[in-house]
């Protein structure tokens, strides 16, 4: 079946430095979408990727899904304290989630 | 506006009991998908719902079972329970289907003893 891996699995930061986190999929998606999970909270949606290559920005974030749609980003910049948790992205919609990411920001 | 609500909050159980997780949308929406997620991994697609039929199973094995009702409400059961079904239960509904934004609600959390 699919596999959708995420690296890291874990990132501590100072915070004020930036983060990444890649998404690789075994197979082509047709969209990608990021979800942000904060500790003892549910995922909450943060953005749907469809188009290859496409890049979109929200305020620090910014996402990229690759040319051949089997990979996917998300970058932020200059960390904050509120940035902490677990970042998700989920192939085919919603049926595959990746493993995840978990962003510690240090004070 | 009401988000996704789930009951139970948390829920103990033992081996070999049956279960039922509800699940109410969001107003509106007609796709409910269910979650299975255990402590420090993603979530893990168990089914999806849109208009009361199944559009969608993940890997699980046939002591899962959902259905949804006609006002779109959900239930997911789980029969003879194990040990490893300890989890967080999350429910997701969407306006349409799989291709547009999920709504989680706080989820069920399981302990099977």
């Known amino acids: 079946g699919q596999q959708v891996m995420q690296i890291p699995q874990y990132q501590h930061v100072q915070e004020g430095e930036d983060f990444t986190t890649y998404c690789n999929s075994s197979?082509?998606?047709?969209?990608i979408q990021w979800y942000k999970q904060r500790p003892g909270g549910h995922p909450v949606f943060l953005i749907q990727l469809v188009k290859s290559g496409e890049v979109k920005k929200q305020k620090r974030l910014t996402f990229q899904f690759g040319e051949a749609k089997k990979n996917s980003s998300l970058h932020i910049t200059a960390t904050q304290t509120t940035d902490v948790g677990t970042y998700f992205c989920a192939g085919r919609s919603q049926f595959y989630f990746g493993t995840g990411t978990s962003l510690t920001v240090i004070p | 506006d009401a988000g996704v609500t789930q009951s139970p909050t948390h829920l103990i159980k033992t081996r070999g009991q049956h279960v039922t997780l509800r699940c109410s949308p969001i107003s509106g929406h007609k796709s409910v998908s269910w979650y299975q997620q255990v402590l420090g991994q993603g979530p893990q697609f168990i089914f999806q719902?849109?208009?009361?039929?199944?559009?969608g199973r993940g890997n699980f094995p046939d002591r899962f079972s959902a259905r949804q009702f006609p006002n779109y409400s959900s239930e997911l059961n789980v029969n003879a329970l194990l040990l490893g079904d300890s989890a967080l239960y999350l429910c997701a509904s969407s306006l349409q289907g799989m291709n547009t934004e999920a709504f989680f609600g706080q989820g069920t959390r399981l302990t099977v003893v």
């Open positions: 719902y849109y208009e009361k039929e199944e559009r």
């Open positions: 197979t082509t998606l047709s969209n």
